[in-house]
């Protein structure tokens, strides 16, 4: 997806050019994938851009890096404020938004003590992830040939650049057999999440998605719809998940900050019935949620001036 530049990014303080924001070729993340990132939105509101459970993102940025042993040079609450002004600094009523914490230039080899840790943080414009009509028509989904990478190996819990390199492989595999998109199996062969979602499948009255003992990431969307969920009256529920699960599922949707809510209309070629009710309206109080307009989760955004 092409992205639109916007005037300014925020490297290690303040904010500099949008081409300004440069880094070295030998900068130690660009080698080894060790960096740790999040991605945020900012909706248009009553009330300005609010951006959306900004302070738990950051707060998931810290934690990603603790798994990584990545000190962050800056704390939660600096993080935040920055983020705030590279917002304001777009003038855009919404926008997404891109923190990256990232070992720098100086050092190269695989002990990352001595590195330095680098923070940035880009916002531009970005529209629906899965395609404008995702919500309505569905998208189509392919179970992936790649596992997801596991506990042992590279830990889910962490959003680490390199883990991406997993979900890029069965993207591309995905997009290229005509899908829209991929789901990932855990070494155990349940499902996991997609390659930048999580996964909610109703079987009667449940409504399950897999956690991250499954080798899903903790999403922060999927926190808020399992309480959007809850609060709409459905049994939203963490379990595990098979595949022939998803095969007869009543209904079926992804979430994401990228994607939001988006509904799925079959799974390797298997009809699944879409949108179904309980993921318009759960949709729906999203798409009200993430714009300030529903009281009790008012606090959920977070607003920039
Ligand atoms: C692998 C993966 N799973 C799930 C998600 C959804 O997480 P969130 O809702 O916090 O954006 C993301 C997006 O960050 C992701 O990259």
Known sequence: MPITPTPKIWMNGSLVDWDQANIHVLTHTLHYGMGVFEGIRAYETA??????????????LFRSAAILMMEIPYTVQEIVEATKETVASTGLPGCYIRPIAYYGYG?????????????????????????????????????????RHDHNTMPPASKTTGNYVNSSLA?????????????????????SECTGENIFVARGPALITPPLSAGALEGITQHSVMTIARDLGFDARFGELTRSDLYVADEMFVCGTAAEVSAVNSVDDRDIPCPGPMTTSIAQEYARTVRGEVDRYKEWCEHVG
């Open 107 to 147: 050092e190269m080899g695989l002990n990352t003590l001595p590195c330095s840790v680098d923070v940035a943080i880009a916002c531009w414009p970005w529209g629906a992830y899965l395609g404008d009509d995702a919500v309505t028509k569905g998208v189509r989904m392919k179970i992936s040939s790649w596992t």
């Open 171 to 191: 993207k591309v595999e995905a997009l290229k057999a005509g899908y829209d998109e991929a789901i990932m199996l855990n070494q155990q062969g349940l499902v």
């Open 47 to 60: 009330d300005g851009p609010g951006i959306f459970r900004l302070t738990e993102h950051i707060e998931r």
